[in-house]
């Protein structure tokens, strides 16, 4: 059906920029709203960034300012540019996608989400 590769997570030192990638794949029709969320040690996953199909974006407090997100609707692709990292950015990043999608003869929605890729950020 619908699968998330993330990619781009590391470790990297405070100050320094990452950029995330997460491609969807699949029998996809289209995708609604794309976002990044993350969960650190011992707290809730928490949302980072969301964007729709019309490229509307929103953004948690926390990351206003330093964090970028995009997409490329024509990859079924969604960015995050993290730059001005800071140790409290360290948690597992997760994309998140509302896809339609072809199943059997029909067109379904459902909500993926990624593997996960780890952020470490080094003081």
């Known amino acids: 059906q619908v699968h998330l590769a993330e990619s781009g997570g590391g470790l990297v030192q405070s100050g320094r920029s990452l950029r995330l990638s997460c491609a969807a794949s699949g029998t996809i029709v289209s995708i609604d709203a794309m976002g990044w969320y993350r969960q650190a040690p011992g707290k809730q996953r928490e949302l980072v960034a969301t964007?729709?199909?019309?490229?509307?974006?929103n953004y948690a407090d926390s990351v206003k300012g330093r964090f970028t997100i995009s997409r490329d609707n024509a990859k079924n692709t969604v960015y995050l540019q993290m730059n001005s990292l800071k140790v409290a950015d360290t948690a597992v990043y997760y994309c998140?996608?509302?896809?339609?999608?072809?199943?059997?003869?029909?067109?379904?929605?459902?909500?993926?989400w990624g593997q996960g890729t780890q952020v470490t950020v080094s003081s």
């Open positions: 964007i729709t199909d019309g490229g509307t974006t």
């Open positions: 998140n996608a509302d896809v339609r999608f072809v199943r059997g003869t029909t067109v379904s929605r459902n909500d993926y």
